[in-house]
């Protein structure tokens, strides 16, 4: 896995997307074995807040990332699980557990 990896991924997100939130968790070791990882390229997941995703469908949203990370997805980047909120939307997901669940 080339170091860094998670550094570009930060800095072209922050570049392209003005984030009020981002993190950005490597999860390869959880996949290493897996035919994908073959490649070199790392499983990666992204939990960002913009207000550059309002108005934007969900697929308008991943298009943004993944034109942002372009030159990264052909050999570091080989999944990305993502999470994209606008800011109206981040107190939502705050109350609600990983499983969606309302918290009490």
Do not use: Q
């Amino acid at each position: 896995m080339p170091e860094g990896t998670v550094a570009k991924i930060r800095e072209r997100i922050e570049r392209a997307l003005a984030p009020l939130a981002l993190r950005i968790e490597d999860e390869s070791a959880l996949h290493a074995g897996h035919e994908g990882a073959k490649s070199g390229g790392g499983h990666y997941r992204v939990h960002l807040v913009s207000p550059k995703f309002e108005g934007l469908a969900r697929v308008a949203r991943h298009r943004l990332v993944y034109d942002a990370l372009e030159d990264l997805m052909k050999r570091e980047v080989h999944a990305l699980s993502l999470v994209l909120l606008a800011p109206h939307e981040d107190g939502a997901s705050r109350s609600r557990t990983p499983e969606g669940k309302s918290k009490s």
